[in-house]
């Protein structure tokens, strides 16, 4: 008897037991929700995108300064030495970058309209020095801080420029009109610069930069008729001060590198 009134009593306490476990909390951790693994920023791409800004004379030297005076030509007066105004550039650009790490290289070509005129002029001149178009094929490579970027780059620059048509000179003291028939001409040089570079969204990226530009020689013959002339030898040199807008492709469509997050 004393043994069956302990085995229903262990067997009502155990059941007692399980029941008071059932109404405890549970001890087992929530299931963690997904984290989508986050992206990280490449520079690595193909782009294009728009700028503009202002190119100013590297120098103040005057063409007609150094004019050379050939049988019997006096010289030119009057000059007016205002060769240092600035002209607006717009236009635009196209590249590609490649990323390694935080080094970020690249080519980039460009195009800008100049808009007006960095003017060699006299009493009865025509026209002015000015370059109607500048353009450049540079190598780009920089360090990369995530979306910030600064570079330097270097290249070739090519424009196209003119001077006057027509000038007045003095021959035995008497004011004639001396012509050039070779007033045009498309230059070629170099361009060395640097900039930053900011990307605010993942495809978008603001840039501000320096480049100075050498177009090289220009020289000019002007003559009266057959007769007398002379010579000037001018140089294209400016300060390219711009900022520009740019958009990013995937590269060839490629997903950016990601990195998970625990």
Known sequence: MLRKFLMTTVA????????FAADLPSRKAPPVAFVPPIPIFTWTGFYVGVNGGGAFRANNNNAYNNAVFFGGAAPVFG???????????VGGQAGVNYQVG????????????????????????????????????????????????????????????NLPTTAVATVAGIPGFFTTTNGNNTRVGYAVG?????????NWSLKAEYLFTDLGRNNRTYLLGTGPGFTVTGREQDHVVRVGLNY??????APAPVVARY
């Not at 009502?12 to 029941?19: Q, V």
């Open 12 to 19: 009502a306490t155990a059941m007692a037991g399980s029941a």
């Open 79 to 89: 000059f007016n030495n205002n060769n240092n105004n600035g002209r607006f550039l």
């Open 102 to 161: 935080q080094f970020v290289l690249g080519i980039e070509g460009d195009g800008d309209a100049v808009l007006g005129n960095n003017r060699n002029s006299f009493p009865g001149a025509s026209g002015g020095s000015s370059t109607g178009f500048l353009g450049t094929v540079r190598g780009r490579g920089g360090i990369a801080f995530d979306r910030f970027l600064v570079y330097g780059t270097g290249g070739v620059a090519f424009g196209s420029t």
């Open 194 to 202: 640097a900039g930053v570079e900011y990307a605010f969204l993942p």
């Open 248 to 253: 990013k492709f995937n590269w060839f469509g």
